[in-house]
């Protein structure tokens, strides 16, 4: 199905459907959902595994890993990488900092998508 007749189909312009992409929606959710219905892009296991990271070093030592120490805890070689997950986490909301201050990354809380209400 071309990104035209996905846009017909679901009522939406095509230019939807790309904003949909570039915020991080599989090419699959944005062609299928609804307008109106925000399922939204899903985290990767691999950025799962790195908030469980953050959450396992904060509990170690009790305040927020820097970006090297969780490069180190993950094995990923560069600093650049482990930005370019927690980049994403935030967008997702999975995690938040405040910019320009040392040790501000935190967990955020979520709750499991059956629990959440429907509005």
Do not use: C, F
């Not at 071309?2 to 009522?11: F, P």
């Not at 095509?14 to 892009?41: E, N």
């Not at 482990?82 to 040790?103: F, N, S």
């Amino acid at each position: 199905m071309t990104l035209r007749e996905a846009a017909r189909t679901l009522g939406i312009g095509p230019s939807s459907i790309q904003a949909r992409i570039r915020r991080g929606w599989s090419y699959t959710d944005a062609t299928t959902t609804p307008a109106g219905v925000h399922a939204g892009p899903r985290p990767t296991p691999r950025l799962l595994e790195v908030v469980r990271a953050i959450s396992r070093l904060t509990k170690r030592t009790g305040y927020a890993p820097t970006i090297r120490e969780l490069a180190a805890e993950l094995g990923i070689a560069s600093t650049n990488g482990v930005g370019d997950h927690l980049d994403r986490a935030r967008r997702l909301g999975l995690v938040t900092w405040e910019p320009g201050l040392d040790r501000t990354l935190r967990v955020l809380a979520r709750k499991p998508a059956h629990t959440r209400r429907k509005r």
